[in-house]
């Protein structure tokens, strides 16, 4: 916690646009030197708020972020936990969503915020979003009331919205307003005023040591379904030596083909120790089993459902779990089992 009252802030660096300006003689888009970050946001020192940057030296695009990456992250918040009121990540906008996501389910009992944010144009560019951006989840990630962080949650905060992070995708390769959360509410809204949505957002019930649960195990994949898809292609993605665990992004509400191949490879893989956890490809709404035959038939053959969370927050699950949990049984309990409000359980 910061002496004398003035509130601080660890501004992680790992790369993206945000970190980007144009060299002056080629004109191309470099990293920016990092030293010289202060004077691309002179602003920063009007914030009156503490801010100690760590860059993720070199700064990568965020295509190259990995499960080490995460795990990285993680650490540096839980060895700067104390010291700090809340944390930035400034990270590439491309799989910011999926980090977010993993850092929810890494960081237990987590009392402060933890903010993602980036920017689509590059900071050294006139009109580029990254300030306000930065700016603004500086002032969300030091916010408190009565001596508690106001949003206790790892978020993304892009344009004009703070969002929980595992409930975020990336909707948008251009405009400013880059990220939506298709099946919870925004947290926060930025306008003139600051304005939390506090009956949305997670709070703690008691005050816990801040846990973390980095180990992770990549032997997952997706099968994303399509009109047409063959029995060579559905076959030879279940049969990839040393898979554990896969998302099978179905149409509508769950619904996938009713051949009897199709089923007969789902099965031969299930009972070969194979989790299937079924995510539709619809943005908003979630996974019914049972309401057509067609999702009937894998709720028979042990798929489990997804609810109605997104594809970046089921990956980064299933990897966490994969990684800490042994017993198969226990990664499908989990994987039933809404971890930190990543989905939604509805009966219908
Ligand atoms: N390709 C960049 C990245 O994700 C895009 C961005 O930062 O917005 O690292």
């Known amino acids: 916690m910061s002496k004398n009252n003035q509130n601080s802030v660890l501004l992680l660096f790992t790369g993206g646009t945000i970190s980007m300006a144009e060299d002056p003689t080629t004109g191309a888009l470099r990293p920016i030197d990092f030293d010289r ?3 691309y946001l002179p602003e920063l020192k009007e914030t009156g ?16 972020i990995d499960p080490n990456a995460w795990e990285r992250m993680a650490k540096l918040i839980e060895e700067n936990y104390d010291d700090f009121d809340g944390f930035i990540i400034l ?10 996501s993993a850092l929810s389910f890494m960081l237990e009992n987590l009392t402060k915020s933890v903010i993602f944010t980036g920017s689509q144009l590059p900071i050294g560019r006139m009109r580029s979003d990254a300030k306000e951006n930065l700016l603004t989840a500086i002032e969300m990630a030091v916010a408190k009331e009565n001596g508690r962080a106001v949003v206790p949650e790892v978020c993304i905060f892009f344009e004009d919205t703070l969002f929980r992070g595992n409930r975020t995708t990336k909707k948008n390769a251009e405009h400013f307003s880059a990220f939506n959360s298709y099946n919870y509410p925004p ?46 292609v559905v076959d030879s993605i279940l049969n990839i030596p040393n898979l554990k665990a896969v998302v099978l992004e ?58 109605d969370i997104t594809t970046e927050a089921i990956v980064a699950k299933m ?27 509805s009966s219908f």
């Open 91 to 100: 990270h590439g906008t491309d799989t910011m969503a999926f980090s977010a």
């Open 319 to 345: 990897m966490y779990l994969l990684g800490e949990y042994e017993s198969a049984d226990d990664v499908k309990k989990m994987l039933e089992t809404d971890l930190c409000g990543e989905m939604t359980i």
């Open 49 to 64: 708020v503490r801010i100690k940057s760590v860059p993720f030296l070199p700064l990568i695009d965020s295509s190259d």
């Open 250 to 307: 179905t149409f509508g509400a769950g619904n996938a083909p009713r051949k009897k191949w199709f089923q007969e490879s789902l099965k031969k893989a299930i009972d070969k120790g194979i989790i299937i956890v079924n995510k539709t490809q619809c943005h908003t709404g979630s996974v019914e089993m049972g309401l057509y035959e067609t999702s009937l038939n894998l709720l028979k053959a042990g798929v489990i459902s997804g609810h």
């Open 37 to 39: 970050l202060q004077e």
């Open 187 to 232: 947290l926060a809204k930025a306008g003139v005023h600051i304005k939390y949505f506090n009956s949305v957002i997670h709070y703690p019930v008691e005050k816990k040591k801040l846990r973390l649960k980095t180990k992770t195990d990549r032997n997952i994949t997706i099968l994303k379904l399509f009109p047409g898809i063959t029995q060579e």
